[in-house]
């Protein structure tokens, strides 16, 4: 079982998305991801999952693969997106997601320490926590 993970960084901020409360881990913010489609490739359903469930379009040249990690049954790959994105062309899908923002550092770790993050999600993010606070502007708090 092949899943993905896109970690977009805008002007530095991390793009986070709430779950759908009818959801496992309901109401929790995550980067986006989900589950390759049959016929689909880990790259293909990174652009598919990232236009479905937050409106941003992207090509593959602008997608990097920064991990592929097997746990249990899966296969994980992450994959980095860094670019601008105006925040109007952000949409949530329905069943899905119910919010959309941007955070710098501080606030992810704060969301983190308030137990507002999926639990896998931190998982991951502990993993390569190294690589991906590359990716944040420093900021004051």
């Known amino acids: 079982h092949l899943v993905i993970h896109v970690w977009t960084f805008s002007n530095g901020k991390l793009l986070v998305t709430q779950r759908d409360p009818k959801k496992p881990y309901g109401e929790k913010w995550e980067v986006t991801g989900g589950s390759v ?3 689909e490739t880990a790259v293909e359903g990174a652009i598919r999952e990232l236009r479905e469930e937050t409106g941003i379009r992207c090509v593959k040249d602008e997608l990097e693969l920064f991990v592929t ?3 249990g049954c899966c296969i994980y790959k992450s ?5 601008e994105i ?3 062309v952000l949409k949530c899908q329905e069943g899905e997601t119910i919010d959309i923002k941007f955070v710098n550092r501080w606030q992810w770790l704060a969301m983190i320490e308030n137990d507002e993050v999926a639990k896998p999600i931190v998982r991951h993010y502990h993993t390569y ?3 991906l606070d590359k990716f944040f502007q ?3 708090r």
């Open 138 to 140: 420093e900021e004051d």
């Open 79 to 83: 994959f980095i997106l860094v670019k």
């Open 69 to 71: 990690k097997i746990e």
């Open 37 to 39: 489609l049959a016929n």
């Open 86 to 88: 105006d925040p109007a």
């Open 129 to 131: 926590q190294k690589e």
